[in-house]
Structures are given as structure tokens and as C-alpha cells.
């Protein structure tokens, strides 16, 4: 599978992954990405070059964002002077999950962190998505605190913090086809 940096194009297929991981997500009873979602935040990051495809062919198999920005009000002051990316918005669209395709998102996203001088990955998670909390603890995450407020927009619901080393390591098997495989470096 290859990793491209999305364009303008992809925002309206981004808009759809998302309503249709909110939807599956809805569908077990958890209150995740229902808040409507600015379009323009996505394009900014888009446009930022901070989010990806993961295509095998020419589907698109999963998204992820990848950025030096954290959500608004979770992480201290002392902890953003830290080099770090953030992680976000990590979709695997439904015809291949299970196949450990988010897992090796994670180890490609640790080992473009680690090249751009990072010491962690960052995310945040829905508060009350005990599933998804889980999957990242089994994912090398470790919890940091439950923080109240922030996320885009207000929602204050996406203050469950975890943090990874970045480490280099290529074993992800993911073609990152951009700037030859290097991340910038962090400032």
C-alpha cells in the first residue's frame, strides 16, 4: 500500500469516510464524530499537507492526519514544548478492517514522527470510547490524563491523552510516496 498526502480533490470523499465512520460508530452505540465537522478545517490541513491517503491501488484503504497540531486545550504548555506530531482522524475504511492496516499506520506515523526529530506521537480520543482507548493502549500508547474541554469546534468530548515514542522503523510495509519517505523536521 502507498501513503500519497491528499489534495483538494479528496475533501469530499474525507467528509464521507467520516460520516460513514460516525455512522458505524453510531451503530454500537457510540457517540463519536456526530458533531457536524468543519470542512474548512479539513482543507486547511489538506492544504498544510498534513493528511494522508493510504491507497492499495487506486482505492483508498484508510486516512490519517498527521500534524504539529494538537486539538485546542488539551496538552499543557509543558508537554507541546516537546517535539512531537499529533495524530487525528485515523479512518480504516470498513473493507479493510481487521487486516491490521491501522496498525501499521501507527508504526509508519511513529517512524515519520521519529525522522522529524520527534520524541512522541500524540492523540486524543472520544472520552467515552472505551474500544478505541483500548485498541491504542494494545498499540504501544500509553494514557497521560483525561482533560476536560477542548477539541475542534467545542466538542469537549476528545480529552482521553495518550502518547508513543516515535521510533524509526520501517517494518510497516507502507510506501510513503512524498518527499522521499522523509518527514520535514520539526521546528
Not at 498526502?5 to 456526530?34: F, K, M, V
Not at 481487521?98 to 515519520?112: E, H, K, P, Q, T
Not at 521510533?167 to 510513503?176: A, E, S, W
Request: glycine share 12%; proline share 4%; net charge negative.
Amino acid at each position: 500500500m502507498i501513503i500519497t498526502r491528499a489534495t483538494p480533490d479528496d475533501l469530499p470523499r474525507l467528509l464521507q469516510y467520516r460520516n460513514e465512520a460516525s455512522n458505524w460508530l453510531a451503530d454500537r452505540g457510540i457517540d463519536q464524530w456526530r458533531n457536524a465537522f468543519p470542512p474548512d478545517h479539513i482543507m486547511a490541513s489538506i492544504k498544510a499537507g498534513a493528511v494522508f491517503m493510504v491507497r492499495d491501488g487506486v482505492r483508498t484503504a484508510a486516512t490519517v492526519t498527521l500534524d504539529t497540531e494538537p486539538e485546542p486545550e488539551l496538552w499543557s504548555a509543558a508537554e507541546l514544548s516537546e517535539p512531537c506530531l499529533h495524530l487525528h482522524k485515523l479512518i480504516v475504511l470498513r473493507e479493510f478492517s481487521g487486516s491490521g492496516l491501522g496498525r501499521r499506520i501507527l508504526d509508519w506515523a511513529s517512524d515519520r514522527t521519529a525522522r522529524s526529530g520527534g520524541r512522541w506521537i500524540r492523540i486524543n480520543v472520544n472520552t467515552q470510547n472505551r474500544g478505541l482507548q483500548r485498541y491504542y493502549l494494545e498499540n504501544g500508547f500509553e494514557y497521560v490524563r483525561t482533560a476536560e474541554g477542548g477539541g475542534v469546534g467545542g466538542a469537549g468530548v476528545a480529552g482521553w491523552l495518550a502518547q508513543r515514542p516515535a521510533r524509526r522503523n520501517d517494518g510497516h510495509g507502507l510506501v510513503d510516496d512524498m518527499d522521499g519517505g522523509e518527514a520535514g523536521v520539526l521546528v
